[in-house]
């Protein structure tokens, strides 16, 4: 396994910060992804990611069905390994995605947890919009469900990218791949009050080539990381009290949510969140599908 030390230390780092899974949940998925990467080294003998082949890796899933695990159990790591060689892509680590066509079982299929638009609201009005970091933060909540972007993509947006005179971001997504996202109003009054007020003061007297003309900067005048908004989104979800697993990623989930339950048509969902397969913008009709069967259980008087 000593081969892929490196590249695992890596993905377990990303899927905490920017997945937002639990302690136990990155300790399965460490011990999932370490057998997985055991039987390619030292089974099959291979020592660089981009010799993985599907055949290879259906080879591995037969060993783990001999070995009468559960059905969520496999799910699990065939998503985890699906999601390695993915991340291993996007990194630059490998050329191709080997298990892009391993399918998961159809019984263990989790929804994604969501907020509610109160929540939301809740959570961005918890940052203090009379202090720089504050103003900052604010902006980044605001943009985090407004535009449905992955964490990456927020700390890597540049000032040259926001189109406010249409309405419009500019991101650059998975494999450098871009879309025009629409913004809404208080998210641009919000990026807009914050590059006025705060981003000049996290820039005074400092190096700006250090921030390589990033939007959103820490208060030493350098890009923020993963880490470092996933704290924030952290913080403020603790502030306002807000009892679920929040985390960058949510806003996500709830940005598709809210615009499916609102009669968004899925294709433009999809293009919204860069969504190679409409398959993948599917799962928030599910989720939509969900909350309608718990109206129809709560009035109809025959459900």
């Known amino acids: 396994m000593a081969f892929f030390e490196a590249e695992l230390k890596r993905y377990l ?8 899974l639990s302690e136990n949940s990155v300790l399965s998925y460490r011990n999932d992804l370490e057998r997985y990467l055991k039987f390619v080294a030292r089974d099959l003998g291979l020592k660089d990611l981009g010799g993985i082949t599907l055949a290879h890796i259906e080879n591995y899933l037969v060993e783990l069905t001999e070995m009468s695990l559960a059905v969520s159990t496999i799910a699990r790591n065939i998503s985890s390994i699906r999601s390695f060689h993915e991340f291993a892509v996007v990194e630059g680590i490998a050329e191709a995605n080997p298990a892009e066509l391993v399918e998961l079982p159809r019984k263990a299929a989790k929804l994604p947890e969501v907020l509610d638009a109160n929540e939301v609201e809740q959570i961005i009005n918890a940052a203090n919009r009379t202090e720089n970091a504050g103003i900052r933060d ?18 890597d947006l540049e000032m040259d990218r926001l189109f406010f005179e249409i309405g419009f971001i500019r991101v650059i997504g998975k ?20 590059m006025e007020t705060a981003r000049p003061v996290f820039l005074s007297d400092k190096n700006p080539q250090k921030s390589k003309n990033r939007l959103f900067l820490n208060q030493r005048g350098g890009p923020l990381t993963r880490m470092s908004v996933w704290n924030i989104v952290n913080k403020y979800a603790n502030k306002a009290g807000i009892k ?38 599917e799962i928030y009709t599910h989720v939509d599908r969900s909350l309608l069967h718990q109206v129809h259980k709560q009035f109809h008087p025959r459900a």
């Open 244 to 281: 679920k697993n929040v985390y960058p990623h949510i806003f996500r989930h709830s940005f598709a949510t809210h615009l499916l339950e609102g009669g968004a048509d899925l294709r433009a969902v999809q293009e919204m969140l860069g969504h190679t397969s409409i398959t993948t913008t």
């Open 138 to 155: 604010a902006a980044i909540l605001e943009t985090l469900y407004a535009s449905g972007m992955r964490v990456s993509e927020l700390t």
């Open 13 to 20: 780092q990303f899927v905490k910060l920017e997945k937002g």
């Open 175 to 194: 494999g450098n791949k871009e879309r025009l996202v629409p913004v809404g109003g208080l998210a641009q009054q919000a990026i807009e009050h914050y």
